[in-house]
């Protein structure tokens, strides 16, 4: 499985941003995004399971984003809303052949390179 992300960039406080993560290559359970900002560790942003559309949000971000996808073109979408400067981070998407839901970044096998999104206040 590969997987390529893009749609980062800079954006304001309040604004928002649409992430896109194209996979091929293989199948798959469950696509998820994860974060990392400068210093800390990679945390859980959202997933979504492939099967059933069902989907997850980190507390820190319920409410202001959502992730979907679109089986025939193999694409997933983080749109983020209300965007803070906290949401600073190089986001990630992830998958995994499994589908179960995992928060931990170790559980992901596929991961795609990284796209920037900068927050500015």
């Known amino acids: 499985v590969q997987l390529q992300a893009s749609g980062g960039g800079l954006v304001q406080a309040g604004g928002s941003l649409r992430l896109l993560c194209a996979a091929s290559g293989g199948t798959f359970g469950t696509i998820s995004w994860f974060r990392q900002a400068p210093g800390k560790a990679r945390e859980f942003v959202a997933a979504v399971r492939w099967t059933d559309s069902s989907t997850y949000y980190a507390d820190s971000v319920m409410g202001r984003f959502t992730i979907s996808k679109d089986n025939a073109k193999n694409q997933m979408y983080l749109q983020m809303n209300s965007l803070r400067p906290e949401d600073t981070a190089v986001y990630y998407c992830?998958?995994?052949?499994?589908?179960?839901?995992?928060?931990?970044?170790?559980?992901?096998?596929?991961w795609g390179q990284g796209t920037l999104v900068t927050v500015s206040s």
């Open positions: 992830a998958a995994r052949v499994s589908v179960v839901i995992h928060r931990n970044p170790g559980q992901y096998k596929y």
